[in-house]
């Protein structure tokens, strides 16, 4: 069976073990949040932490790649992060859980660069539209960790052999699919070797659409837990229900992904998503039951499921940019968002109420949509 992985495949495996990790703390959140005596504000806290360690990584991202191959990087950053995991439930001071996190997200910042990376490079070689199908991956990762660990919450496992069982599973995975990933492809002297660039007009219209588009992905992974229990009072598995609504979906829209943007175009594509995502938050905003949040969380997943990856198939492929910097720039927006967008909805649960934590997604995507009307012949790919 080894012999017959490859490159694709193993690049597949690597996006579904980093986000299984994600469905990891998706869920658990409420109890790190009891576990560190914490409010609102402080998870809010410790998420901006992991977002500045994953941004600075970012923004030195080609250098590292240039220096280590992507495939070492992503194996080195993928062991450090399954073992920092095993430390998360002996961290009971907030000060000490920031730092940690800002490592964390050094970590994690670098292996999402690279692993995308190797997903834009296999996606060159194959000359077809994949990108949607490997973030497809990503989701039935985040999908099959949040559904697992509402399974062992409501079974009572204790946080610490839940972690356990993953990390002795997923670590020795990590190390086997590294080894299987694509060569480096070389880039022209005459493409931008750094993200400090006049960016043409196509990068800054995909950092908007990424950034709203991350933050409601992070948004739902960091909050939909504690708005299930605190907001429509519910407990047990159905902390979990919203989570995991929202991710089966993801993995719906990103498997078809690809097939829907080859009929559609990317305009097109792009305009139908974010119609979506606003009916998707307004059904959240408007009404407060199991039910309703089981839709509106789902048709949200569906609409978000594929801008990312639209994004980074666009951003490694412009014209006199390195394809490492079109996706760190890309990297940063969107995993920036997806961390510092959370912490800010800190504050808007702190002083607005945990019901109205999702509101700043509506304005964005609103926003978003006339941007890409306004700019069709950029995106219009």
């Not at 020795?172 to 480096?184: E, Y």
Request: hydrophobic share 55%; charged share 10%.
């Amino acid at each position: 069976m080894i012999n017959k992985i490859n490159d694709a495949i193993s690049c597949r495996a690597l996006f579904f073990i980093i986000s299984f990790y994600i469905g990891l703390w998706t869920i658990r959140i409420p109890s790190i949040k009891d576990q560190l005596h914490t409010d609102y504000i402080g998870i809010g806290y410790i998420l901006g932490t992991f977002a500045f360690g994953s941004i600075l990584v970012m923004i030195f991202a080609n250098e590292i790649l240039k220096k280590f191959p992507s495939k070492v990087t992503i194996s080195f950053s993928g062991i450090m992060q399954g073992t920092l995991w095993i430390l998360v439930p002996f961290i009971t001071e907030l000060s000490m859980f920031m730092i940690f996190s800002f490592i964390f997200g050094c970590c994690y910042g670098i292996f999402e660069v690279a692993i995308n990376l190797q997903a834009s490079n296999i996606e060159k070689r194959e000359k077809k539209s994949m990108m949607s199908g490997f973030h497809a991956f990503f989701s039935l990762g985040l999908l099959s960790g949040s559904f697992c660990t509402s399974i062992l919450l409501r079974l009572n496992v204790s946080f610490f052999p839940n972690i356990l069982i993953y990390v002795a599973v997923l670590l020795p995975l990590t190390i086997l699919f590294s080894n299987f990933l694509l060569k480096d492809l070389h880039t022209s002297s005459n493409e931008k070797g750094s993200i400090f660039f006049l960016w043409p007009p196509l990068i800054f219209v995909l950092v908007i659409i990424t950034m709203t588009d991350s933050l409601s992905e992070g948004g739902v992974d960091s909050w939909a837990a504690l708005y299930m229990r605190d907001a429509v009072n519910v407990d047990g598995f159905y902390i979990g229900i919203a989570t995991i609504s929202f991710n089966i979906f993801m993995v719906v829209g990103r498997f078809t992904g690809d097939a829907i943007r080859d009929k559609l175009g990317v305009y097109l594509f792009f305009i139908i998503l974010t119609l979506f995502s606003i009916i998707g938050l307004i059904i959240i905003l408007m009404f407060n039951s199991i039910l309703s949040s089981i839709i509106g969380f789902s048709v949200l997943g569906f609409g978000i499921s594929s801008i990312i990856p639209l994004s980074y198939s666009l951003a490694g492929k412009i014209e006199g940019v390195s394809s490492t910097v079109g996706i760190s720039i890309i990297s940063i927006a969107t995993y920036g968002m997806f961390m510092v967008g959370p912490a800010i909805m800190g504050f808007v649960a702190k002083f607005y109420g945990i019901n109205n934590v999702f509101s700043p997604m509506m304005i964005l995507f609103c926003a978003c949509l006339l941007i890409i009307i306004l700019f069709r012949k950029k995106i219009n790919i």
